[in-house]
């Protein structure tokens, strides 16, 4: 049994919940912009203030550790920290696409998506790099990796060893954008949340799989490039 906050700001959404035993006891999220510096800290005192929960009752703090958005997943992954330090417990680091594709079998089970032959499809949870690339990762329906986290500029011929004989789902904030591109794809509507990291998290507890508070990283994937501004500033 273990009571676990997870947190996850590595797009547009800003999610935070409370776990218990791989279900969610409460969430706060918002996608109304990445002001996510100013909310994480909010909605984790809103989360405990809520349900009568003590910081010190936590067992443990998950993050979505990337990939995503360079800040975004700072703020999320410092703020874990700073929590794991004060309250002397353990970090978890969940993957981003894999909590995704968890969120798209749970919107699925629960009837919010309608996806035909979902037995048969292949998942393919997608975050938007800019321009036309996407941090992807390819999931069967029962959330098995069908293939390596990659960072893809979507062209007619991405992913076509997968799409050529199932249904392709794609989803996420940057899967809009490659619709068109990836020919018999089949685009749906699902977004971040810390709804899909409930499982994989205690999953992780229940195994140790505990992360170095100290020199963990998110997972970037790519380089951050910091480019020079136009702006005449004098």
């Known amino acids: 049994m273990a009571l676990i906050l997870c947190i996850e700001t590595g797009t547009d959404i800003c999610s935070v919940g409370l776990v218990r035993d791989g279900e969610l006891v409460s969430l706060r999220e918002s996608d109304s912009g990445r002001d996510h510096a100013k909310k994480v800290g909010v909605f984790v005192d809103e989360l405990f203030t809520q349900t009568g929960i003590s910081p010190e009752d936590i067992d443990a703090v998950a993050v979505g550790k990337g990939p995503g958005s360079y ?57 938007d790099a800019r321009r036309m690339e996407v941090y992807a990762q390819v999931f069967n329906s029962a959330g098995a990796a069908r293939s390596e986290v990659m960072a893809e500029v979507v062209g007619e011929e991405s992913f076509a060893q997968y799409r050529a004989n199932t249904q392709f789902v794609i989803f996420g904030n940057g899967a809009a954008k490659c619709a068109e591109v990836l020919s018999g794809a089949t685009l749906i509507d699902v977004t971040p949340s810390v709804r899909g990291m409930a499982r994989l998290a205690q999953r992780a507890f229940d195994a140790g799989d505990f992360v170095d508070v100290a020199y963990f990283e998110p997972f970037y994937l790519k380089d951050f490039v910091v480019t020079t501004s136009k702006k005449k500033l004098f």
């Open 71 to 127: 800040t975004g997943l700072r703020i999320g992954v410092s703020f874990a920290k700073g929590l794991c330090y004060g309250l002397s417990c353990p970090l978890i680091a969940i993957g981003s696409l894999e909590a995704l594709a968890a969120v798209a079998r749970e919107d699925y089970d629960a009837g919010i998506i309608d996806v035909e032959n979902w037995d048969d499809v292949l998942l393919c949870p997608m975050v």
